[in-house]
């Protein structure tokens, strides 16, 4: 089919959106016949995707060791770079293709790094690709500081990602012996010891590491310190095997220590990620689904005896101001860029889970003195206040009142977090300055969007009319609340008499008797008399 399509015209270096050629789609599916064909009607071996991923890294990464050796042999470029600083050895460490490896090295391929500062020995170590690392850390180009570094990161893979211990525990005594044993002495850096790793420090002698094997949790952080002083914080598994720590002492019941570990890795990631990052905004949401969780299971039982405790309010305040300040330095960042090069999904996202953190929250404001304090009662409206006064706004439109009242705001995730709309979230919104005149691109004020949750909560509607909003505004289609409920009547929601005010009635008197007197209205009335 491929030879019919060339011969009847079709292009051999055409390319998708993403820049791919149908050469790279035959090399990344191991078609070697293809690829020899299509080089031979002229296809450039050379063209690489937006991302700037080669045919022989695609070809490395997915093992096709025939169409990697081709490739070589037709002198292709075995050091290029991606847009990320990766080379083809980088993508044969991480998919653990030893023979490939080895074909790179005879054609002169060299351990660079990528823009994580990443060898293709530390690739290797991260994914726990055993012969690799054992191939690698014999070459003469290896230093002993590379070597060293690379059998220790992968004993923490091998306790996070392998759960074997005993593996760990022998790729870190080799280490060990080749830091200490030999001259110089390599000793390893010291740092303070931090609450997040409960205190723990790098072990620093074989009979300490020998201990290590009484105690699992220990080796578990152990792993911990290894993997960021090696890779640092910018490195995604940094942070990523944090949070899969964190999330395991969660489901053995340790609440505390999960919360810990989690605030300290979304602490690393908003330092050196940019606003709106999915990691950061995954770490966000992983907290309003714990901490919803939490809510709803307090004193029950989970494993080994042990319950679920109540939860802390200021560990919840802590992750809510976070969130605000990823909210606004996502809106700073748009201010920086063009209009057209706005994520606006991605801020809207941050809003939504902020929202769904408040939303949490605002439950204890209603709580006794002993279960929330009035100091931190005033701290929750506080940073609802920094919330509501970034007044950002979906591309739609909508305000964070908006989203409080509106149903389909729910956010995506592996558990539920919060029921919007929420009549207690809006209440909290507007006791903190949100306007509750508020209209979208639509023209829906909050209470528009109250009516579409279908059915709509009275308390809601009646919150909502409490603090200003108009009962009678019109949206773009001319909609009132009142039509747009669907299988309720107004009355049985709210008094209409009470809500309907003078002014209301006078705008809805001159629209109806004095359309073409507009110009003996003031200029400051006419959205009002418009809206009407």
Same mark, same amino acid.
């Given at each position: ?19 791919? %050629?149908? !050469? ?5 599916? /191991?078609?070697? $016949? +293809?690829?020899?064909? &299509?080089?031979?009607? #002229? @296809? ?42 990766? %080379?083809? !050895? ?5 998919? /653990?293709?030893? $023979? +490939?490896?080895?074909? &790179?090295?005879?054609? #002169? @391929? ?64 080799? @280490? ?357």
């Amino acid at each position: 089919i491929v030879k019919l399509l060339v011969q009847n015209g079709a292009k051999v270096n055409s390319t998708t959106k993403t820049n791919s %050629t149908p !050469l790279r789609a035959a090399c990344f599916d /191991g078609h070697y $016949e +293809i690829v020899k064909y &299509l080089v031979s009607q #002229g @296809a450039d071996i050379e063209v690489a995707n937006r991302h700037g991923h080669t045919c022989l890294m695609i070809a490395c990464y997915k093992g096709h060791y025939k169409i990697a050796q081709y490739l070589l042999s037709l002198k292709t470029d075995v050091n290029r770079r991606s847009v990320k600083g990766n %080379t083809a !050895l980088h993508d044969c460490a991480e998919s /653990g293709s030893l $023979e +490939i490896l080895q074909l &790179l090295l005879q054609h #002169g @391929a060299t351990m660079d790094v990528d823009s994580y500062g990443m060898t293709p020995l530390l690739a290797a170590s991260v994914t726990g690709h055993l012969p690799i690392v054992e191939h690698l850390i014999k070459l003469p180009f290896v230093s002993r500081e590379d070597r060293i570094a690379a059998l220790e990161l992968l004993g923490a893979t091998y306790v996070d990602k392998k759960r074997d211990m005993l593996g760990a525990l022998s790729f870190w005594k080799r @280490a060990m012996e080749d830091r200490y044993n030999n001259s110089p002495v390599l000793p390893k850096p010291t740092r303070e010891p931090l609450p997040p790793y409960d205190y723990v420090q790098e072990v620093n002698n074989l009979n300490m590491l020998e201990e290590l094997v009484m105690d699992p949790d220990e080796m578990r952080m152990q792993a911990l310190l290894i993997r960021e002083r090696i890779l640092g914080p910018v490195h995604p598994d940094t942070s990523y095997y944090i949070r899969f720590r964190g999330a395991v002492y969660a489901d053995s019941g340790r609440f505390d220590r999960c919360i810990e570990l989690w605030t300290y890795a979304l602490s690393m990631q908003q330092s050196i990620l940019e606003p709106l990052n999915p990691m950061t905004q995954s770490s966000l949401l992983s907290f309003a689904e714990l901490f919803s969780y939490m809510l709803g299971e307090v004193g029950r039982p989970i494993t080994r005896g042990r319950i679920v405790p109540p939860i802390e309010t200021s560990d919840m305040l802590v992750v809510f101001k976070k969130s605000v300040r990823e909210v606004q330095l996502g809106q700073q960042m748009f201010e920086q860029m063009a209009y057209h090069e706005r994520d606006h999904g991605a801020l809207s996202r941050a809003l939504v889970i902020s929202l769904h953190l408040a939303c949490l929250l605002v439950r204890l404001l209603d709580e006794e003195e002993e279960l929330c304090t009035a100091e931190m009662k005033h701290q929750i409206l506080q940073s609802l206040y920094d919330l509501v006064s970034l007044k950002i706004v979906t591309q739609t439109g909508r305000t964070a009142l908006h989203l409080a009242c509106y149903k389909d705001a729910a956010l995506v995730g592996r558990y539920p977090v919060c029921q919007l709309p929420s009549a207690r979230l809006a209440k909290a919104l507007l006791q903190v300055g949100a306007d509750p005149n508020a209209q979208d691109d639509n023209g829906n004020t909050p209470l528009h969007s109250a009516a579409q949750s279908r059915p709509c909560p009275p308390e809601l509607a009646q919150i909502l009319l409490e603090h200003g909003t108009h009962l009678d505004t019109k949206n773009v289609d001319g909609k009132t609340f009142e039509s747009l409920l669907q299988n309720q009547q107004l009355h049985e929601l709210v008094n209409p008499i009470k809500y309907t005010r003078l002014s209301c009635l006078a705008a809805r008197a001159i629209k109806r008797y004095a359309i073409n007197c507009q110009h003996e209205i003031p200029k400051c009335l006419h959205a009002f008399v418009d809206s009407h």
